[in-house]
């Protein structure tokens, strides 16, 4: 099984720049892709949505999203 990504992996810096990221608009999946194209860093999907919680970074492209609705489901 392979453990989990962390954040104490990443240096400060590196912290820094994802909040950046962020902040300019990345999506998930952009920081999860600029990771690995500018670190070498594979995480997967989930690892990097566990990181984006863990650092407590808010994607702006996903703020104001409400709950998913239920088939039929109005308003």
């Known amino acids: 099984m392979v453990p989990m990504f962390s954040s104490k992996q990443l240096s400060d ?3 820094a720049t994802l909040h950046q990221w962020a902040d300019d608009g990345a999506t998930m999946a ?3 892709k600029r990771m690995n194209e500018e670190w070498q860093l594979r995480l997967t999907y989930m690892d990097t949505r566990f ?6 970074i808010t994607l702006k492209r996903c703020a104001g999203i409400g709950r ?3 088939a039929g489901e109005s308003g």
């Open 13 to 15: 810096e590196q912290k």
């Open 30 to 32: 952009e920081i999860q």
């Open 51 to 56: 990181l984006i919680l863990d650092l407590g």
């Open 68 to 70: 998913w609705k239920r």
